[in-house]
C-alpha cells in the first residue's frame, strides 16, 4: 500500500510539472508614452519612480519600461502585438482601439491624463481659417486619420463645410512626431505650413511672430476636453492586478502632485525630456487656466458620437463608462 500511495505522488507531481505555468506577469510593465506636456503625469510617475514605490506597497518589485511613439497608430499596434502593456494616447485611438477589441481584447481607458487644448497653427500668411488652407499647404499631425488632431479637424471640417465633408482636408495632412513637425513648421523652408500641435510645442511655435493661431480644440468642442488617455487591455488588468494597481496609484499621485507644485512637475519634465525648453516659460503654460490634469474623462462623448456617425466606430458607447475600466468609473465624467 505504502508502494503505491508514493507511486502516485510521483504521478501527480509529474503531472503538475508538466502543467503550463501560469499568466500572471506581475512585476513588469512596458508603458507607451508620446511626446509632450499632455503626457507630463507619466514625467513625474518616472522622475519619481511612482510605480516602484507602490509595486512595494503591494509586495512586488516592478521594472517599468519606456518605450517612446511619435502617434496613436503605432501605439495602438503595439498595444495589439504585445509590445508594451499600458499606452498613452488621444481620445480618438482610445476609442479606435476599444472598439476593434470590443469581445476579445477588450481594451479600455485606465484614466484621463488630463484635459489641455492643443492649437491648429500655420506660418502661411494667407491662411486665417481652415477656408484658407489649399492643396498646397500640407498639416502636420500625429497620425492621419486616427490622432486625436485629426479627428478633431474632421470634427471642425464637418461644422465649416458641412455635414458629409468632415475629411476635406485629410488629403493635406501628414503624419509627423510632435518635435519633428516644430521643427518643419518654424524653419519655414519644408511643405509643411500647418501643425496641429500639442502642448507645449504649440506655445513654442507661437513665439515665432511668422506663426499664427487659427483654432484651438477648445473652440471646436465646446470647452476643456481630455487630450490624452491611459489605457490597457483587460487581460493585463486581470492577469497582473497588483502591477496595474501601482500604476493607477502613481498617476494618482502625479497628478496630484502637478497640480500642487507646477515648478515640481516643469522640473520633471526638463530632467525626463532632456528638455531645453525654458523652465519659466513652461511654467508659465502649467499655470495656463486651460491646462488642467485630472483623472476624469471630459467631453470624449464628443469624439464618440462623432466617430459612431461618421462610421468610424461599429459600436456606438452608450456612455463613457463602456469605454473605461471600472475603477475610475465612480468620478464626474463625460
Do not use: C
Not at 502516485?8 to 500572471?24: C, D, E, I, K, W
Not at 507630463?40 to 519619481?48: A, E, M, T, Y
Not at 516602484?52 to 517612446?68: F, H, M, N, P, R
Not at 497588483?242 to 512637475?265: H, Q, R, W
Amino acid at each position: 500500500m505504502r508502494r503505491i500511495l508514493l507511486a502516485a505522488v510521483a504521478a501527480v507531481t509529474a503531472t503538475a510539472a508538466s502543467l503550463p505555468a501560469p499568466a500572471f506577469a506581475e512585476g513588469l510593465i512596458r508603458i507607451a508614452e508620446q511626446y509632450g506636456i499632455a503626457y507630463l503625469p507619466l514625467h513625474v510617475i518616472r522622475d519619481q519612480k511612482l510605480i516602484e514605490k507602490y509595486g512595494k506597497q503591494e509586495g512586488i518589485d516592478i521594472e517599468v519600461q519606456w518605450a517612446k511613439f511619435g502617434g496613436g497608430a503605432t501605439v495602438n499596434d503595439a498595444l495589439l502585438s504585445g509590445s508594451v502593456d499600458v499606452a498613452t494616447a488621444g481620445v480618438g485611438p482610445t476609442l479606435t482601439i476599444w472598439d476593434r477589441t470590443k469581445g476579445s481584447a477588450d481594451v479600455k481607458g485606465i484614466a484621463s491624463l488630463g484635459s489641455l487644448p492643443f492649437f491648429l497653427v500655420t506660418n502661411n500668411p494667407n491662411v486665417k481659417t481652415i477656408k484658407d488652407f489649399t492643396k498646397a499647404d500640407k498639416i502636420a499631425l500625429p497620425s492621419v486619420g486616427v490622432s486625436i488632431q485629426s479627428r478633431t479637424l474632421q470634427i471642425a471640417a464637418e461644422k465649416e463645410f458641412g455635414v458629409g465633408n468632415h475629411k476635406a482636408l485629410d488629403d493635406i495632412t501628414v503624419s509627423l512626431a510632435h518635435p519633428d513637425a516644430y521643427a518643419a513648421l518654424t524653419s519655414g523652408s519644408t511643405e509643411i505650413t500647418g501643425h496641429f500641435a500639442t502642448p507645449p510645442f504649440q506655445y513654442q511655435e507661437l513665439q515665432n511672430p511668422k506663426i499664427r493661431k487659427v483654432l484651438s480644440s477648445y473652440d471646436v468642442l465646446g470647452g476643456p476636453a481630455t487630450v490624452t488617455i491611459a489605457y490597457a487591455t483587460s487581460k493585463f488588468r486581470a492577469d497582473n492586478p497588483k502591477t496595474y494597481k501601482a500604476f493607477f496609484l502613481a498617476l494618482k499621485e502625479a497628478t496630484d502632485f502637478i497640480n500642487v507644485d507646477k515648478p515640481g512637475a516643469a522640473d520633471a519634465y526638463i530632467r525626463v525630456e532632456r528638455s531645453k525648453i525654458d523652465r519659466d516659460f513652461l511654467i508659465s503654460i502649467l499655470n495656463d487656466k486651460d491646462v488642467q490634469y485630472k483623472l476624469a474623462p471630459e467631453r470624449t462623448g464628443v469624439y464618440a458620437d462623432f466617430l459612431a456617425r461618421t462610421g468610424a466606430l461599429k459600436n456606438k458607447p452608450a456612455s463613457w463608462k463602456d469605454y473605461f475600466f471600472e475603477d475610475i468609473q465612480s468620478v464626474e465624467g463625460s
